[in-house]
């Protein structure tokens, strides 16, 4: 089982690890310390070693930070974490604070009143966090102030340093080899007056080397360092026993393998302009370009994250394949779900562990893409659900259930929520559902000019729940990586998203109702941006986009008089194409079930 349903903290641990980060404060000469969740890679998982917020506070959500002082520490989450912040902590020990509204330069002027030095870990925050926090504090008399990671000082049995072996990633399923990407990157550092770029994304590392890893649970990216230098040669930091003979042979000899503690030599050798993500780059590398005194840093995004993003024709057809292959599954897991939850006995764990061993029937299957989003009835609400043997709820007849789950395939990555009623749906789920369901389809039947971000095409998926002053509160949909990560940018769908949507881009949309204590509804399906192309009798050329997923969407809960006829034509459509291509897949039995689920409205 890749998931797992344990509790892997309690909160009762925190006072004393609390008491021996404060000895290692008071001997490191600093008054406070931070402890952020992110690893130096900035990565949504982390490795075990780098679970430190976990570690120290119980928190083991996958977003937040503690402010620890001498005699008082707080743990800022944000909404998606209130109520497990609260299950997972001691508020004795450690304040609850709220994201955005709680500020951590705030706790730390009403904790610290006379100033003091806050302590940091240069590897674990970057170049514009710390900016910001000086420019809040440095006026207050508190001061920022390197230092080395106190929490390792004291976790004594921290675990070592992941060490998985890196795989290729074969060049027809990237549908670009690796030194035509690294001439590429390179040919563009050129023409910028850019001497190298330092990369510190796993995700960018892998996609730039057609390597995946398995340093981290649920993104198959190794945990690397690289500098590119402009002509397309790369310099490759991370622990040399991880690249076999096979890989070193893939690499060639314009990769060079150093092992990671070399990373401040290499930096040390670079002169010129040298590009460097302001937002994801640890402070460690811009300070050690600076003290070397050779390179002028250039503060421009990774140059591997556009590039990423837009897939190629060969990943768009992994894509498919893997949809196909995920898709079948899902048929099979609804079919079962349809024949054994109505009689009730059924929990959330045993849907999420059915649904596992369903994907892992395939044969294909190399991870999840995350830790499945499994809500029965009123835990549907909670947006980012994750179920443990502490929250498990029977799925009851006369509720919905909310499963949201993918895949990581090596041809690629799914992410797929269905929301389905188990028995008579609860009053209100059905109006509800057809109006999630109005957005989600008038999203997919979306053309737009070329340029457009995810901010100027968000309310489209809204439109249907606002003029029934109904909303939800999260984007509508996310970048998606080619067997990398679950949720990849630099493009969304949501008010924030400045950045243009591009052919070969794969988001999901994904639309939803959350009724507090009642029921949740979302539904989600990936899509690919298609090339621009003149509508019929048009005049300008048009994006849209190929929808991905295929899995039927649940019928029992559409109120077919809400929909328009187009609206009708695009579900029966999308039903249609889902029988077709999936049934040569399914056994007899389950082909039966997916006929009536995609039956025409
Ligand atoms: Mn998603």
């Known amino acids: 089982m890749l998931q797992n349903f344990h509790r892997r903290t309690t909160p009762d641990t ?95 002027v009403a904790a610290l009143p006379g100033g003091g030095r806050v302590g940091f870990d240069p590897w674990l925050h970057g170049a514009a966090e710390i900016e910001t926090l000086t420019a809040a504090l440095g006026p207050r008399q508190l001061a920022l102030v390197r230092a080395p990671n106190l929490v390792d000082r004291v976790w004594v049995d921290q675990p070592p340093p992941p060490a998985a072996p890196l795989a290729i990633q074969p060049d027809a399923l990237a549908g670009r080899s690796a030194a035509e990407k690294r001439a590429e990157i390179g040919r563009a550092l050129a023409g910028g007056g850019l001497a190298a770029a330092v990369l510190t994304l796993p995700d960018s590392i892998a996609w730039l080397l057609n390597v995946r890893g398995g340093d981290v649970a649920r993104t198959p990216a190794p945990l690397a360092f690289a500098v ?14 991880k690249v076999g003979p096979e890989v070193a042979a893939h690499l060639g000899p314009d990769v060079r393998i150093r092992p990671e503690a070399e990373f401040g030599a290499v930096l040390d050798g670079l002169a010129g302009r040298v ?40 990943e768009i057809a992994g894509a498919r394949a893997a949809h196909r292959r995920d898709g079948a599954a899902m048929a099979s897991f609804l ?82 929520t269905r929301t389905v009623a188990i028995g008579d749906p609860p009053p209100g789920a059905a109006v509800a559902f057809t109006l999630v369901l109005k957005g989600l389809i008038a999203m997919s039947r979306l053309r737009w000019p070329p340029g457009l971000a995810g901010r100027d095409i968000d309310a489209i998926a809204r ?34 998203s400045a950045e243009p949507i591009r052919p070969g881009m794969i988001l999901s949309i994904e639309p939803g109702f959350y009724r507090e204590g009642a029921f949740g509804i979302r539904i989600e399906n990936l899509a690919v941006v298609r090339p621009p192309e003149t509508p019929e009798g048009g005049e ?62």
Not at 41 to 49: I, W
Not at 486 to 495: K, T, W
């Open 540 to 601: 300008r050329p048009m994006l849209g986009w190929e929808t991905l997923t295929l899995a039927p969407i649940d019928r029992r809960l559409i109120d077919p008089s809400r929909l328009d006829a187009a609206e009708r034509a695009w579900l029966d459509a999308y039903h249609a194409r889902v029988a077709s291509e999936l049934t040569p897949l399914l056994p007899a039995a389950t082909a039966a079930w997916l006929r009536t689920a995609c039956a025409p409205l």
């Open 228 to 241: 590119i230098a402009s002509d397309g040669r790369v310099d490759l930091l991370l622990d040399p026993a």
């Open 14 to 108: 925190a006072a004393a690890r609390l008491a021996a980060l404060r000895a290692a404060m008071a001997e490191a000469g600093v008054d406070a310390f931070l402890v952020p969740r992110a690893d130096a890679h900035q990565g949504e998982n982390v490795a075990p070693r780098d679970d430190r917020l976990a570690w120290l506070t119980g928190f083991t959500g996958s977003a937040g930070f503690a402010v620890v002082t001498r005699d008082a520490a707080a743990i800022f989450v944000d909404g998606r974490y209130r109520l497990q912040v609260r299950a997972e902590t001691d508020p004795a020990v450690v304040a609850w604070a709220s994201l955005p509204d709680d500020k951590a330069e705030d706790w730390l």
């Open 275 to 314: 590009a460097l993500d302001r937002t994801t780059a640890p402070l460690w590398v811009s300070d050690r370009l600076a003290a070397a005194g050779r390179a002028e840093i250039v503060w421009t995004p990774d140059p591997c994250v556009l590039p990423k993003a837009t897939k190629t024709e060969a």
């Open 463 to 496: 439109a249907p729940l606002w003029a029934a002053g109904l909303d939800y509160d999260h984007g509508t949909g996310h970048g998606v990586g080619s067997y990398l990560g679950v949720h990849e940018g630099p493009a969304g769908l949501s008010r924030r």
């Open 335 to 416: 079919a079962w779900l349809d024949a054994t939850a109505p009689g009730g006995g059924l929990t959330e764990i045993d849907v999420v562990r059915r649904l596992e061993d369903i994907r892992r029937e395939t044969g294909a299957l190399r991870d999840i893409s995350f830790d499945t989003i499994c809500g029965a009835g009123p835990d549907g609400a909670i947006v980012h659900y994750r179920v443990s043997e502490a929250t498990n709820r029977p799925v009851r007849p006369g509720e919905l259930l909310l499963v949201d789950s993918g895949a990581q395939y090596q041809d690629g990555t799914t992410d797929i």
